[in-house]
């Protein structure tokens, strides 16, 4: 059934027993009735009254009706009957009623003497003023308006003359019946529980139309990161309760204040419906203009069930190699006594730390918005490092990927806000190299190192990749260790990536930065593979123009069925590319190596090899009949799962003992 | 009711309701609690126990440094004790063909270096006292005594002069004349430091 025809008001009726005050069977009824159509949104009112047969002898019935909404009479109207044949009704009724509202009809009674007996008249003047005569001039037979019955009605004017006139009839109040209701809410099940249940008892079938509301709880939200520079999304778990709900519950975002948007990941959309517990993926879309200005709202049945604001989160760099540490920088005076100065740049430190050549770089997180108060954290790790001893271009020290350890809470500032700071945190770093014990002199000692830098805030990333290198290259003389400067484009630390190279840099570069590939394949099989480059050169990558990548160790092999992979889209300095492709391995089984470097066709390989993965091809398992398998075993063969072959045995064939 | 009478009569019933009120929610605070305790008790057998301070060394770092994130007042004397604790990277120093290379990746300070001075300044001004005891007690030159200041220090890295401002009243109140130098010592070089590195 319907839930409109459930809701819809059936009828609050009273009725009313009005009775002469000597019980000789002649009634009057008095009814009030009120309906509300939910659909229609109308009130219908009734009022009637009528007399029975007896009654009716003498009586006629009369009713006023009125209809009150909440600010006051709507409607109203009068009727009167005939006899005990037709009762007196009035209809009353309104349009549009409001929701969650009283509405009553009052209903008043009468019955009207319709003929007149006994005239006396006593002042015989009224022949002269031809007015105002008046006696006994009706007659109440059953007492509705005396006590007892049968009396006659008080004095009454008589109009006429020469007493050829009419006795005005008599209208007697007997009663008044009322009825009210109160309308339901829209949506009576979005109501609270008081209503509903007022709003069941007076359906006609009542029951449990209503379905329980569920109750949500959505979990914290630290911060949102902006999605189109860090590709991240929050997730945060809305829990549904109870488990078997199936109200559809509606999750929207919405901004609160200023600017800022966020979307759900699974739709880019702000509005998502869920029946069921699950964790719900958020993507900021811009930056908060203010704090918590973005509110994840939970409704059930346009009703709120729980919210929670959020801030979408975005940290832009400022890499500073000179001047001095920011002076809301809270660790400017404990970096200043590890180093012994607070000056930013290429200078042998003199402070607690040890005393050597060092790059002092301050990494500023511009905060937005600026007002966001909960700690944001610079993390950095060390992408490569290399460190090579005079001119020998094997590396001594070499190392890759590997975090940086910055677990000196001192170094940095994570309060946006402290020092007013008004939305900036820091981090600082001093890279350096020295000689342990002093070599001969002359002796050369290089650095390269690229470092990647970020910033989270409550464990989400919310900076693109900043990435920064350091060249450095020392000297030991009999004055003690100097800058060596013998080498362009050494000595110098920067935004972006270095070649790690001992030589002069090169421009045209290609950092690696991760691969997926599995270590071991199915001879003939795809699989899906991925290499992340960066590109650290001062030129974009185009596909226009060539830039790919190819394959490695041997150079241009086909092993993988394919020697080259365009860049997917323009690469530009700084950005990083991943390159997603498929490879078939070979079709012999064996061990391949999977190596890969970046190239502009027809110009140049350039950059980092990717680090060699040596894969193990395996044969492609072959699915043997089970039974000769079995009948192989039972006749003492032995069964190669390569071929599918039965060799021994008893007289074999094809696999098949006879 | 008058206002007054109602809020009278509000008081009262929660004045008699209080005994029978349902306790604060300290359950979930408690067995935090508990669970933090547990978890100090285990770090400090780690960094008591000297066979595990000898041969792995940066096991015990690692159990002083998260001494010091949980801010473990209980741990200051055992702290206080290791503050010549020394802590070595592996990539920190690299012989490459005899020649002994100092590689900083990047910057090892005190704290990293001691890990017990960045756990000291992270547990703050409850720290202090030992500290300033430590200090007037051990040679300024020495690894402890350096390790002493630069801990107290780093508890007042956002104000260093207020360290020395209470080096020097501690050294004005020293235990004895020997720690009242030694304080006074360790004042003039905390200000010397920060002279140095206002000057470049």
Request: glycine letters at 8%; one cysteine or more; a negative charge.
């Amino acid at each position: 059934m319907r839930r409109s025809t459930l809701c819809a008001m059936a009828l609050a009726a009273l009725c009313l027993f009005l009775w002469p005050q000597e019980a000789r069977a002649q009634y009057a009824y008095g009814i009030s009735a009120i309906e509300y159509d939910s659909n229609t949104k109308e009130v219908f009112g009734y009022s009637a009254t009528e007399v029975d047969y007896s009654a009716g002898f003498y009586y006629d019935p009369y009713v006023e009706g009125f209809m009150y909404g909440p600010f006051g009479l709507i409607d109203y109207g009068s009727s009167r009957g005939y006899e005990s044949y037709f009762p007196a009704q009035v209809f009353t009724y309104t349009f549009n009623a409001l929701p969650n509202s009283e509405y009553d009809v009052i209903s008043d009674h009468y019955v009207i003497r319709w003929f007149s007996v006994d005239i006396i008249i006593y002042d015989d003047d009224c022949y002269y003023y031809f007015m105002g005569c008046y006696g006994y001039n009706w007659y109440d037979p059953y007492g509705f308006s005396f006590l007892p019955g049968g009396n006659f009605g008080p004095y009454n004017y008589f109009w006429g003359w020469n007493y050829y006139g009419y006795v005005p009839e008599w209208t007697t109040y007997v009663g008044t019946t009322a009825v009210g209701i109160f309308t339901p809410p829209d949506d009576p099940c979005s109501s609270s529980t008081a209503d509903k249940t007022d709003y069941m008892d007076m359906s006609a079938e009542g029951g449990d139309f209503c379905e329980p509301m569920p109750s949500v709880t959505i979990g914290a939200i630290n911060a949102v990161s902006k999605h189109s520079v860090t590709n991240e999304t929050f997730t945060v778990p809305v829990e549904v309760s109870p488990s078997n709900n199936s109200v559809p519950i509606t999750l929207s975002l919405r901004t609160t204040s200023g600017s800022g948007s966020a979307v759900f990941a699974a739709n880019n959309s702000t509005s998502l419906t869920i029946t069921q517990t699950t964790n719900v993926e958020i993507k900021g879309q811009n930056e908060s203009s203010t704090v918590d200005n973005i509110r994840l709202e939970a409704k059930a049945r346009n009703r709120t069930r729980d919210t929670e604001d959020f801030t979408v989160v975005l940290v832009t760099f400022q890499f500073r190699t000179s001047g001095t540490l920011s002076s809301d920088n809270a660790a400017r005076a404990y970096i200043a006594q590890q180093i012994g100065t607070d000056s930013l740049g290429l200078f042998q430190s003199t402070g607690l730390a040890r005393r050597i050549w060092r790059h002092n770089v301050e990494i500023v997180g511009v905060v937005r918005p600026s007002n966001y108060r909960d700690p944001i954290v610079l993390q950095r790790n060390v992408l490569q490092a290399r460190r090579y001893v005079n001119n020998d271009p094997n590396p001594q020290f070499a190392r890759d990927n590997f975090p940086d350890t910055t677990d000196d809470p001192n170094l940095v500032d994570t309060d946006p806000q402290s020092g007013g700071s008004n939305g900036r945190v820091f981090d600082y770093d001093a890279p350096g190299i020295g000689f342990g014990s002093p070599p001969a002199n002359g002796t050369i000692l290089r650095a390269r190192t690229n470092f990647r830098q970020w910033a989270t805030a409550g464990g989400v990333r919310v900076s693109d990749y900043l990435y920064w290198y350091q060249r450095l290259s020392i000297r030991q003389t009999s004055n003690g260790v100097v800058i060596d400067n013998s080498q362009n484009g050494d000595n110098a630390v920067g935004e972006g990536t270095t070649d790690i190279g001992l030589g002069t840099p090169r421009t045209r570069f290609g950092l690696f930065i991760a691969q997926n590939v599995p270590d071991t394949m199915e001879a003939g099989q795809a699989y899906n593979v991925s290499v992340t480059m960066m590109n650290g050169s001062d030129h974009t990558w185009t596909p226009g123009e060539y830039y790919r990548l190819g394959s490695q160790n041997p150079h241009d092999n086909t092993y993988w069925g394919l020697g080259r992979v365009d860049v997917p889209g323009p690469v530009a300095p700084g950005q990083e590319v991943t390159f997603n492709f498929t490879v078939v391995a070979p079709s012999s089984p064996g061990y391949y190596n999977f190596q890969w470097r970046m190239l502009r066709e027809w110009v140049e390989w350039f950059g980092d090899w990717t680090p060699n993965v040596v894969v193990n091809v395996t044969s492609p398992y072959t699915y043997c009949d089970w039974y000769q398998e079995q009948s192989c075993y039972n006749n003492g063969g032995s069964w190669d799962y390569s071929t599918c072959t039965c060799y021994g045995g008893c007289g074999y064939y094809g696999g098949y003992c006879y | 009711m008058g206002k007054k009478t109602f809020a009278r009569t509000l008081l009262l019933a929660l004045a008699v309701a209080a005994p029978v009120l349902p306790p604060a929610p300290a359950g979930a605070a408690q067995t935090k609690e508990r669970a933090r305790v547990e978890k100090i008790t285990e770090l400090l057998a780690v960094v008591r126990d000297e066979e595990t301070l000898r041969a792995d060394p940066n096991r015990a770092a690692e159990a002083v440094v998260r001494l010091g994130e949980m801010k473990a007042v209980e741990a200051i004397p055992d702290l206080v004790r290791l503050l010549d604790f020394r802590r070595t990277f592996d990539w920190e120093e690299v012989n490459a063909g005899g020649v002994e290379v100092v590689n900083e990746i990047t910057l090892i300070t005190t704290a990293k270096r001691y890990p017990a001075v960045g756990a000291l300044a992270a547990i703050g001004r409850p720290a202090v006292p030992a500290l300033l005891k430590a200090v007037g007690e051990r040679e300024t030159d020495s690894t402890a005594g350096e390790n002493a200041l630069a801990a107290l220090m780093g508890v007042f890295r956002e104000s260093p002069s207020k360290g020395v401002k209470l080096l020097k009243k501690a050294a004005a109140a020293g235990a004895s004349p020997l720690a009242a130098h030694r304080l006074l010592n360790a004042a003039q070089r905390a200000e010397n430091s920060l002279d140095e590195a206002r000057k470049q």
